[in-house]
C-alpha cells in the first residue's frame, strides 16, 4: 500500500505536467539567430543583449505577453543556419525568428523561413535582393539595405567637394555592394579601387599605395578584425591626419574598442549613434550600459528596435500570433519610438531613415565612441526597393 | 610608378616574410624532426598574442609583455605537448591533423572564456610609434624593429643549428632519427626541446604581431596557411629554407598585390583587369607553391637526406 503523502505528491505531479501544455500555449515563442561564436561573435552578442534587455525590463514579456527567446549560433555557417530555421520552425513552433547578422546567412534562411509564412525580423544584415526582387511580407528590417551605409559616405564625399578618391573593400559580395553604394552618390570615378583578400591582415601594401596615390581621401569598407588591423597599421604608417579616411562598418561600436587612439578622428557612416539626443535612446543607452557595462553598437541598437517592433505588434493582436494577416498588419502598422528618430517602414518594410556621419571620439571616461558629425542623407528609401513587388 | 614605392613594398615584403619565418621555423622543425603535423601553431600564435597584450596592458609595459609571452607561449606549447601530443607521434599525419585541429578550436574557444570575445586592445610601445625617414620616404619604426628582430633571430637560430651541440642533433634528427636515437641520445628530450623552441618562436610572433594585427580569437588560423606554404616551399624540415622561403612568399606577395593588378591594367581590358588583377595577386603564393611542388617537390632548399 502506498504512503498517502507519496500518493499526494505523484498526484500533484501529474496534476502539474497536465496544466504544462496549457501555460506552454500562453506564451509566444521567439527564434532569435546570430553569429555568436567566433571572431564575429560579440557581433550577435550585442543584438542578443539588446533584445533580451527589453524582454527582461518587461519581466519576461513582449507585448503583454509572456516569451520564451531561444537563442541559437548561427556561427557564420549557412548550412548551420539552415538546420536552426528547421528545428525552430518544425521543432520548436515558433511565430517569430529575429537576429541574423551576416548577408549569406540571410541569403540562406530568408525563403526558407518567409516561404513557411514565419516572421523573419531581420537586425542588421539587409542583402540587395531581400529588399529588391525577393522582398517577401513576412519580412521586416530594422537594420538597413547593405549598400546603404556607404551611400551616406559618398553622398558625404560629394558634398564636401572632395576630388580624388581611392576606395579599399574586401574582395567578395558585400565589398563589391558596399564600393557601388558609395559610388551611387559620388559620381566623379574613383581614382583606384584596391580589393585586398578577404583574409587580409598586412595591409601595408595597400597603404603603400594609397600614399604613393596621394588621393584626397580613402572610402574603405572594412568590416570586423578587417578594420582593426586595417585603422591600426593606418595611424603606425603616419597617414592618419594626412588624407581623410571616411569608412562604413569599419569603425563602428564593436571594434574602437580595440583600435583606441588610431581610430580618434575618423569618420564613418551609419543610421544611428550613441548620442543621438531622443529621449528613447537616451533611457537605451543608459540601461544598457548599465546592465552590460559597454557602450551599445549599432547592432544593439538595430536589435533594441526589432525588440520594440515585436513588442508592439504582439500588443496589437493581444499576444495572438496564429492568424498571420492580422499579426502582419500589426507589424506593418506598430508604431515604434525608434532610438534612430524618425522610423517608417517603406513599401519593402525597409527603415525610410535619416543616414548620418559620426566622428570616432573619447568620451567623458576616455572610452572609444561615435558623435555625429553631420546628416547627408534624409528620409532615405534604398536603392532596391523599386525591384520590390509586394504580393499581400 | 616611384621608386620609393617599390622600396617600401620590398620592405614591407621583407617584415611580413621575418614574421613568417618566426612560425615557419617551429613549424619546419617540428614536421621535419618529429614527423609532425602541427596544425595547432597558428593557436601558439594567437597565445602569444593574448598573453602579450594582456601583460602590457595591465603593466602599461611593452617589455613586460615581451618577458611574459616568449617564455609564456613555451610552457603552454610544452604543456599541450605533453598532455595531448605525445601520444600522436606514432601514429599517421590523418590522426594528427584531426587532433591538432580539435586543438585549434580549443584553443579559440578557451582565449574568449579567458579573455572575452571581442578583440583586446593593443598598441605600439610610445619609443618604436612614429615613422622614420629613409631614402624620401617614411617607414613605421615598429616595422623596422620587427624586420631587426626577426634578422636577429634567423641569426641565432643559424649559431644554435650549426655551431652547437643541440644544433646538431637537430640537424642529425632531421636527416637521420633512427641512427641518432640508437646512438643512445635522448630523443623524447630533444623532441621537447624542439617543440618548446617552435613554440617559444610563434610567441615571440605574436608578440610582435599584436600591435599591428586585431588580436582577437581564430587570429592563427589565417597565418597558419601561409606558414604552410613557406614551409613547402623551403622544404620541410629546413631552417635555412624556412628563411629564404619565408623571404620569398613575404615579397612575392606584397608586390604581386600592388603591381599585379596594376601590370594588368596595362595589358588588357580595364573591367577584366579590375576583377581578375586582386583575385589572381591573392592566389599568387598559392600558385607559387604549386609551381614549386611540380619541379621540385622537396622544396626549393631541402634538407640532405644519407
Known amino acids: 500500500m502506498q504512503h498517502p503523502r507519496t500518493w499526494l505528491a505523484s498526484a500533484l505531479a501529474t496534476a502539474a505536467l497536465a496544466a504544462l501544455p496549457l501555460m506552454a500555449q500562453a506564451q509566444v515563442k521567439i527564434g532569435f539567430m546570430a553569429e555568436l561564436s567566433g571572431p564575429q561573435g560579440p557581433l550577435g552578442q550585442d543584438q542578443y543583449d539588446a533584445l533580451m534587455l527589453v524582454v527582461e525590463r518587461n519581466g519576461g514579456k513582449l507585448g503583454g505577453v509572456p516569451v520564451q527567446v531561444i537563442r541559437e549560433d548561427s556561427q557564420l555557417k549557412p548550412d548551420v543556419a539552415n538546420q536552426i530555421v528547421d528545428k525552430l520552425i518544425d521543432k520548436e513552433r515558433v511565430s517569430i525568428i529575429t537576429g541574423v547578422t551576416f548577408s549569406n546567412i540571410m541569403m540562406a534562411v530568408h525563403k526558407k523561413v518567409t516561404d513557411r509564412e514565419v516572421f523573419l525580423i531581420g537586425s542588421n544584415a539587409g542583402p540587395s535582393p531581400v529588399a529588391g526582387a525577393q522582398c517577401s511580407p513576412y519580412f521586416f528590417s530594422t537594420s538597413w539595405e547593405n549598400g546603404q551605409q556607404a551611400e551616406v559616405v559618398g553622398k558625404y564625399a560629394a558634398d564636401k567637394g572632395i576630388k580624388k578618391v581611392i576606395t579599399i573593400a574586401p574582395n567578395y559580395q558585400a565589398g563589391k555592394d558596399f564600393v557601388a553604394g558609395f559610388k551611387r552618390y559620388y559620381k566623379s570615378p574613383t581614382a583606384n579601387e584596391l580589393w585586398p583578400a578577404l583574409n587580409t591582415q598586412d595591409f601595408s601594401a595597400e597603404i603603400a599605395q594609397i600614399a604613393a596615390g596621394q588621393p584626397d581621401a580613402v572610402f574603405a569598407f572594412l568590416p570586423g578584425g578587417l578594420g582593426i588591423n586595417f585603422v591600426k597599421q593606418w595611424a603606425q ?11 562604413s562598418s569599419t569603425t563602428d561600436g564593436i571594434g574602437l574598442p580595440a583600435m583606441g587612439d588610431a581610430a580618434l578622428g575618423l569618420l564613418s557612416g551609419t543610421f544611428w549613434g550613441p548620442d543621438f539626443p531622443n529621449a528613447a535612446n537616451q533611457q537605451f543607452v543608459k540601461e544598457f550600459e548599465a546592465k552590460y557595462k559597454r557602450i551599445p553598437s549599432q547592432y544593439a541598437a538595430q536589435s533594441y528596435d526589432a525588440a520594440q517592433l515585436i513588442d508592439a505588434a504582439l500588443a496589437k493582436t493581444g499576444g495572438k500570433v496564429d492568424d498571420k494577416k492580422a499579426l502582419l498588419a500589426a507589424f506593418r502598422t506598430a508604431s ?5 528618430g524618425d522610423f517608417k517602414f517603406n513599401t ?6 535619416d543616414l548620418h556621419m559620426f566622428e570616432a571620439v573619447k568620451d567623458a571616461q576616455g572610452r572609444m565612441t561615435l558623435k555625429t558629425v553631420a546628416t547627408p542623407l534624409k528620409a532615405d528609401k534604398d536603392a532596391a526597393y523599386e525591384k520590390c513587388t509586394m504580393k499581400m | 610608378m616611384t621608386t620609393s614605392l617599390v622600396l617600401t613594398q620590398l620592405l614591407n615584403g621583407l617584415q611580413i616574410g621575418v614574421l613568417l619565418f618566426l612560425l615557419a621555423a617551429g613549424l619546419t622543425l617540428v614536421f621535419g624532426i618529429m614527423d609532425f603535423v602541427n596544425l595547432a601553431h597558428g593557436s601558439l600564435y594567437m597565445v602569444g598574442a593574448f598573453i602579450a597584450t594582456a601583460t602590457s596592458n595591465a603593466t602599461g609595459s611593452f617589455l613586460l609583455g615581451a618577458l611574459a609571452a616568449v617564455p609564456g607561449t613555451m610552457l603552454v606549447g610544452i604543456a599541450v605537448d605533453r598532455i595531448a601530443l605525445r601520444g600522436l607521434y606514432a601514429r599517421d599525419h590523418l590522426d594528427q591533423v584531426l587532433a591538432t585541429f580539435g586543438l585549434v578550436l580549443f584553443f579559440n574557444e578557451a582565449v574568449k572564456m579567458v579573455w572575452g570575445a571581442s578583440p583586446l586592445y593593443s598598441q605600439v610601445p610610445s619609443w618604436l610609434d612614429g615613422t622614420v625617414e629613409l631614402l ?8 623596422l624593429a620587427i624586420i631587426a628582430v626577426g634578422l636577429a633571430v634567423a641569426a641565432f637560430l643559424y649559431w644554435l643549428i650549426n655551431r652547437t651541440r643541440v644544433g646538431m642533433l637537430i640537424r642529425a634528427g632531421a636527416t637521420h632519427a633512427s641512427m641518432v636515437s640508437a646512438l643512445g641520445v635522448n630523443i623524447r628530450l630533444l623532441n621537447m626541446m624542439i617543440f618548446g623552441l617552435g613554440a617559444g618562436l610563434a610567441g615571440l610572433a605574436g608578440l610582435m604581431a599584436g600591435p599591428i ?4 580569437s581564430g587570429m592563427g588560423e589565417t597565418v597558419l596557411i601561409q606558414t604552410l606554404v613557406v614551409i613547402i616551399v623551403g622544404g620541410i624540415g629546413s631552417i635555412r629554407g624556412a628563411f629564404l622561403a619565408a623571404l620569398i612568399i613575404g615579397v612575392v606577395d606584397t608586390m604581386g598585390r600592388v603591381f599585379l593588378p596594376i601590370w594588368m591594367m596595362g595589358v588588357m581590358d580595364g573591367n577584366v583587369a579590375q576583377a581578375a588583377g586582386p583575385a589572381l595577386a591573392s592566389m599568387l603564393i598559392y600558385l607559387l607553391m604549386a609551381v614549386v611542388l611540380a619541379f621540385k617537390p622537396d622544396g626549393l632548399f631541402p634538407v640532405k637526406h644519407g
Open chain 2, 136 to 143: 624620401g620616404f617614411n617607414y613605421a619604426s615598429y616595422r
Open chain 1, 336 to 340: 515604434i519610438k525608434s532610438i534612430r
Open chain 1, 237 to 247: 604608417a603616419g597617414m592618419k591626419g594626412k588624407i581623410p579616411l571616411l569608412t
Open chain 2, 213 to 216: 594585427f586585431s588580436v582577437q
Open chain 1, 348 to 353: 519593402n518594410q525597409f527603415p525610410i531613415q
